[in-house]
């Protein structure tokens, strides 16, 4: 994938039908979808339960562009392998999930996936100025992680800014999970982020026989990020 700062939308199929991903999956990338955003929760790190290496594998055929698998889960290392064998394009795990990110990050990037690193609401970003040279994409949580439906945490936009600044001229992405909408998407984007996760606000109102609302969802959060 060529790095590039055109921003990107990344349903999260946390909001999709569970009783019909491929088509889901499939639905969105037809209706504009950059990328295909798969949250993995463990119900110990955070307190949701949804998917594992299994769900990914199974949805892989369906995807034909960019996964991008989110793991909200502890301890992480004894997951990479599975979730790269799965077929995720990029393993994102979280900076409080264990003593070691570095080392969680150069696994990651040794089973040849691209590495994201997330942060939570209430954790600073004085540790990612040293996990830089690792790290191909930042996620900043704009909601606490584990639910989908929430509020956008404004006070994160300073700590995005903040990143954007630090990461300067190289070439790594900062994700926004959470809270997306056609509201937000402007905020966040004039602050420095360029993929947008969005879940509730791309497939609220949308099914799989009549998509179109995925798509409308889709555009109109593209057109307000642009603004």
Request: proline share 5%; net charge negative.
């Amino acid at each position: 994938m060529t790095f590039s700062r055109q921003i990107k939308i990344a349903p999260s199929i946390l909001a999709a039908d569970f009783a019909n991903f491929g088509a889901e999956c499939r639905a969105i990338e037809a209706q504009g979808a950059d990328w295909v955003h798969v949250d993995v929760m463990d119900g110990h790190f955070v307190p949701n339960i949804t998917f594992g290496p299994a769900t990914c594998a199974a949805i892989r055929p369906h995807i034909r562009g960019f996964m991008d698998v989110h793991l909200m889960i502890a301890p992480v290392d004894s997951y990479i392998e599975a979730f790269a064998e799965a077929g995720a394009d990029l393993i994102s795990a979280h900076l409080e999930a264990g003593p070691h990110i570095h080392r969680t990050l150069q696994a990651i990037r040794a089973t040849g996936k691209k590495a994201g690193l997330a942060i939570n609401p209430g954790t600073g970003i004085d540790a990612v100025a040293h996990l830089l040279d690792l790290v191909d994409l930042v996620c900043v949580m704009t909601v606490n992680p584990g639910f989908g439906g929430q509020k956008f945490i404004h006070s994160q936009l300073d700590k995005v800014r903040s990143l954007r600044q630090m990461i300067g001229d190289r070439p790594i992405h900062i994700e926004i999970d959470g809270g997306v909408t056609v509201e937000t998407a402007p905020l966040v984007v004039a602050a420095g982020a360029d993929v947008l996760v969005a879940g509730s606000a791309v497939f609220k109102g949308g099914s799989v026989d009549n998509p179109a609302p995925y798509g409308v969802n889709i555009a109109a959060i593209r057109a307000a990020a642009a603004r």
